[in-house]
């Protein structure tokens, strides 16, 4: 292939990417379902081939592309139309936190654990489970989390309050996870595994092995979250 030829291409491949992809719309980018993810794989593909590849002609190439191009600007269309279609495409969003409870099962559908599942809530700037009411597993992977409502910014009125809550820790800290007991963090604690036990108790709880997630909060108190919790 020649320099020249390269160059040719290479610009075609470009500005066609470049229109198609203006006639498609941010959805692609701004939404990244399994469809939009898909699609900008093939796109990007056989953009690239369009570029490189001496076997496949320019007009096959931009017929491919804008051909690809036409199927993902219907099936958004469709989308938009049928909700059927639309489950279809992206699916359901996921509760995976309901009233405070994690929906284990819920989980392991998305095949995401809980110290996952931590991570996503600190990016929202929850630094604990147990300030959560509901967290939704999107469509386009991110998290959508409503705080309790004590949890949520003060009002002014709430400012004029006077609290006398001690915080005896800096922040929440994991000491079970799926039925195991982190020993590590309850000893940075200074706790011992006979305290959790002696609080589950008095939760109701008589095994560590029927705790799914349990965490030591900020002003000592544990939050629990037992297994098998049923989404209603």
């Not at 809980?114 to 600190?122: E, Q």
């Not at 967290?135 to 004029?160: H, Y």
Request: avoid cysteine.
């Amino acid at each position: 292939m020649s320099f020249t030829e390269l160059s040719i291409r290479i610009l075609v491949a470009f500005f066609t990417l470049l229109i198609l992809t203006r006639i498609m719309g941010r959805k692609e980018i701004g939404q990244l379902t399994f469809f939009n993810f898909i699609s900008a794989i093939a796109i990007g593909t056989i953009g690239a081939s369009i570029a490189v590849d001496q076997s496949l002609s320019l007009a096959n190439g931009v017929y491919a592309l804008a051909g690809w191009s036409v199927i993902t600007i219907i099936m958004g269309f469709m989308d938009i139309k049928s909700k059927n279609v639309r489950k279809l495409i992206t699916g359901d969003p996921v509760i995976v936190i309901k009233q405070g409870q994690i929906m284990e099962n819920e989980l392991r559908k998305l095949r995401i654990d809980v110290n996952t599942l931590s991570s996503l809530l600190r990016k929202k700037n929850v630094f604990s489970i147990a300030d959560v009411d509901y967290a939704i597993f999107e469509t386009d992977g991110k998290l959508s989390v409503m705080k309790k409502e004590e949890k949520q910014p003060a009002t002014k009125r709430d400012l004029n309050a006077q609290t006398g809550q001690l915080n005896l820790y800096p922040i929440s800290t994991e000491i079970i996870s799926d039925g195991k007991l982190n020993k590590s963090n309850l000893d940075k604690l200074n706790l011992d595994e006979n305290w959790v036990k002696q609080q589950l108790e008095q939760a109701g709880v008589h095994s560590i092995e029927d705790v799914f997630y349990a965490e030591v909060q900020k002003d000592g108190s544990l939050y629990i979250d037992n297994r098998n919790d049923v989404l209603h």
